[in-house]
Every structure is written in C-alpha cells, then in structure tokens.
Nanobody, 124 residues
Framework: QVQLVESGGGLVQARGSLRLSCAAS????????MAWFRQAPGKEREFVAA????????FYADSVKGRFTISRDNAKNTVYLQMNNLKPEDTAVYYC?????????????????WGQGTQVTVSS
C-alpha cells in the first residue's frame, strides 16, 4: 500500500517562502512521476507542478512558474515544493500525488495515489 504524507504547510505573509515535503512509502519511488496540486475553497483542484521519476524533467502551471520549484530525493523517497514570493492567491490545500510510470502530466486523473493535503495560507 502506497502512502503519501505531506508536511510543511502553514501561515506566511505575502512575499514569504515555504517548503512543502511529501514522504512516500514503497520501494519503487524512483520510477513514478510525482506532482503537486492545490485546491482553494470553492474551487476545483488545480495542477501546480510535476516532476519525472528521475527528476530530470519538470513543468509548472503558469501561475507559479518562476516562483515555485519542484524537486525530489529518490534516496529519501521524498518530493519537495519550494514556494517563494508567495501571494494570497496561493492560499489552498496542497496535495502531492503519484502516478504510474515516469512521465509526469498535469491531469489529476492520471495520478492514482494522493496525500491527505497540507494547508498553505498566505496573508496580505
């Protein structure tokens, strides 16, 4: 059974930074693409960033490009999301997700394991 556990959320002022972590169970972590999604109150879940199994390929939603960085440490079975220059509109519950295969996508339907989420609140 795969488990994903996010941590690192919290309350931060605008223009501040946070780093989210997602620890995954399982021995095949390095062959799975990973992603971060977020969901704000009253809105649909949206793609934030994704990374390939090796970590060599990443891509981002336009809204976070240049401010967020996704990375992974396969030795630690952990994926990270470094968030800089945070804005109030980044406020949401952030979820990490794992999909079968190494190629990352932006479609939540392709991810078959999800964490419980961590709250990020950015005050103005």
């Amino acid at each position: 059974q795969v488990q994903l556990v996010e941590s690192g959320g919290g309350l931060v002022q605008a223009r501040g930074s946070l780093r989210l972590s997602c620890a995954a169970s399982g021995r095949t972590f390095s062959i799975n693409a990973m992603a971060w999604f977020r969901q704000a109150p009253g809105k649909e879940r949206e793609f934030v960033a994704a990374i390939s199994g090796s970590g060599g390929s990443t891509f981002y939603a336009d809204s976070v490009k240049g401010r967020f960085t996704i990375s992974r440490d396969n030795a630690k079975n952990t994926v990270y999301l470094q968030m800089n220059n945070l804005k109030p509109e980044d406020t949401a519950v952030y979820y990490c997700a794992r999909k079968g295969g190494v190629v990352p996508t932006a479609s939540p339907e392709t991810y078959n394991y999800w964490g419980q989420g961590t709250q990020v609140t950015v005050s103005s």
